[in-house]
């Protein structure tokens, strides 16, 4: 049952908010015209009476993770934090996967390694710029800056996961996996996912996740408590993202909402605030000093092993991280 009081209308308060900030003086926040257009290389949006939609891409497609992604994330996060006329946001990646891979297409199609990500001590001041900066930023924005209910979509494979996980809702579609790579890549988890992950699913099975590489699948991340519903594919997901949305502005206010948003964020707050500038420094300084390929093959090899693992998972086997890549097993209970 939805009840919903006998007050002015989210987009008429929305409106009023606008208005008052012109009247009082204060500098006006960006428009959602203006920064839907500046971040359109990396994000796809739309927006319906308060809802905000935006999708992660690289060309209309599945993200290469590198810089533009990197740097529009906290961009995104405080200029549409900022917007008064946002009242719930849903954030999700482009197409059946989330993320295609780490680097960049060239315009003839052949691959290339994302070189801002360098660790080449000639080029290590990237690691600030490029890394620090924009990552412990990323992580900050979406917790801090956004002051209104967020639901993440998780479609098909996702290694930074974090960027939908730290939502207040996160669905995912039936294909969705995941895998936790910085100790596999010689990385050490300290950019936000290793909160997010630990939280989550708990400290004893997020260490054995990162040590070993294990695939997480739909299944497993909503029986771990990971995401909350799973839906059939992207366009499934983002329909229910949506419907979900128009249920949170019919149920409470808009003063209510986003206060209600602060309480539940408070506990990541908290794990933000002590943990990400502190654990992203470690993991810069490993990186400078032990080399930290982010050209890696192994989210190419994850992806094969991601494959077996969903397809033991269908016959009710199970396939545990092995050096020699594992066999289906019976899962004892």
């Not at 939908?164 to 996912?193: K, Q, S």
Request: aromatic share 12%.
């Amino acid at each position: 049952m939805v009840i919903k009081a006998n007050y002015p209308s989210d987009h008429e308060r929305s409106k009023r908010t606008v208005e008052a900030e012109k009247f009082y003086g204060t500098v006006p926040h960006m428009p959602f015209e203006e920064y839907s257009e500046r971040l359109k290389h990396c994000f796809i949006m739309k927006r319906k009476n308060g809802i905000l939609e935006a999708r992660l891409h690289t060309n209309g497609g599945p993200v290469q993770w590198g810089a533009p992604e990197h740097q529009g994330l906290h961009y995104f996060f405080n200029w549409a934090g900022r917007d008064p006329e946002n009242e719930v946001i849903i954030f999700g990646g482009t197409g059946p996967d989330f993320f295609q891979g780490i680097g960049k297409t060239a315009p003839d199609g052949t691959w290339q390694p994302a070189t801002e990500f360098t660790s080449h001590p000639d080029e290590s001041w990237k690691m600030y710029d490029f890394q620090y900066y924009d990552g412990t930023n990323d992580i900050e924005g979406q917790i801090f800056d956004i002051e209104v209910p967020t639901i993440g979509v998780w479609c098909g494979a996702s290694f930074h996961s974090d960027l939908v996980l730290f939502n207040d809702i996160t669905l995912c579609t039936e294909d969705a996996w995941t895998t936790e790579m910085h100790f596999r890549t010689n990385m050490v988890p300290g950019d936000g996912v290793q909160i997010a992950w630990r939280e989550l699913m708990g400290r004893k099975r997020y260490a054995y996740a990162e040590l070993t590489g294990e695939i997480i699948t739909a299944r497993k991340a909503l029986a771990l408590g990971m995401v909350n519903e799973i839906c059939a594919d992207t366009d499934a997901a983002y329909g229910r993202a949506w419907e979900i949305a128009e249920l949170i502005m019919r149920t409470g206010t808009r003063t209510t909402r986003r206060i209600t948003t602060q309480i539940l964020r408070q506990k990541w707050k908290e794990d933000i605030a002590k943990e990400l500038r502190n654990a992203f420094s470690t993991e810069m300084f490993v990186t400078a000093t032990e080399h930290s390929p982010h050209e890696a093959d192994y989210w190419q090899r994850a992806k094969d092993e991601a494959a077996l693992v969903m397809a033991a998972e269908k016959k009710g086997k199970v396939i545990r991280p092995r050096i020699d890549g594992g066999q289906e097993e019976d899962e004892i209970k």
